[in-house]
T-cell receptor, first 114, second 116 residues
Framework: NAGVTQTPKFQVLKTGQSMTLQCAQD?????MYWYRQDPGMGLRLIYY???????DKGEVPNGYNVSRLNKREFSLRLESAAPSQTSVYFC?????????????FGNGTRLTVT | GDSVTQMEGPVTLSEEAFLTINCTYT??????LFWYVQYPGEGLQLLLK?????DKGSNKGFEATYRKETTSFHLEKGSVQVSDSAVYFC???????????????FGKGTKLTVNP
């Protein structure tokens, strides 16, 4: 099983450019998430999708949009990148939207905005 | 709001040393508690969890006990290996009432390096 696959692994953008981070899971999980990881900050939730057809804001949604394309895929879009969005982005999925469902993470996308 | 506080890192140990990484939490209800581990270049993966007071989670030689009286969930391992070098995250999850939202709150992470 591939688990959670994120593309690309690395990306450099100029301020104002746009891009979409792709995420797909093959575990038939219902819930999917986007986190960002910054040094000394831990992980912060950007957006999540509790089930196919729904999306909700997390802790730090400003500057991002998401699309739950189908049950497998959950993309994150930066419409106009800013240097503050330089970070490592992780997609994750879980079987259900409850506290006993462990998260399965992808290997991350390292984004630099200059 | 809910929060998790982990000991500051980095932690450097020799192989076969005893490991403790402290984690305390603040929550309004009865959270579930987790330890996630992130190996270099990878995403996080669940190491162990405990869902109620006095539960002990264990996996790969690591243990943590849910202590409600001290609001703690310290991670321990009796004899660390070089392969345990990673970043460890404590986290809590709490369901906010019937039909309410829930989220996973992470600590900032503790980097562990084990030298041969």
């Amino acid at each position: 099983n591939a688990g959670v696959t994120q593309t690309p692994k690395f990306q450099v953008l100029k301020t104002g450019q746009s891009m979409t981070l792709q995420c797909a899971q093959d575990m038939n999980h219902n819930s999917m998430y986007w986190y960002r990881q910054d040094p000394g900050m831990g992980l912060r939730l950007i957006y999540y999708s509790a089930s196919e057809g729904t999306t909700d804001k997390g802790e730090v949604p400003n500057g991002y949009n998401v699309s739950r394309l189908n049950k497998r895929e959950f993309s994150l879009r930066l419409e106009s990148a800013a240097p503050s969005q330089t970070s490592v982005y992780f997609c994750a999925s879980s079987e259900g939207w409850n506290y006993n469902s462990p998260l399965h993470f992808g290997n991350g996308t390292r984004l630099t905005v200059t | 709001g809910d929060s998790v506080t982990q000991m500051e890192g980095p932690v450097t140990l020799s192989e076969e040393a005893f490991l403790t990484i402290n984690c305390t939490y603040t929550a309004t209800g009865y959270p579930s508690l987790f330890w996630y581990v992130q190996y270099p270049g990878e995403g996080l993966q669940l190491l162990l969890k405990a869902t109620k007071a006095d539960d002990k989670g264990s996996n790969k030689g690591f243990e943590a006990t849910y202590r409600k009286e001290t609001t703690s969930f310290h991670l321990e391992k009796g004899s660390v290996q070089v392969s345990d070098s990673a970043v460890y995250f404590c986290a809590l999850s709490e369901l906010k009432g019937e039909g309410g939202s829930e989220k996973l709150v992470f600590g900032k992470g503790t980097k562990l390096t084990v030298n041969p």
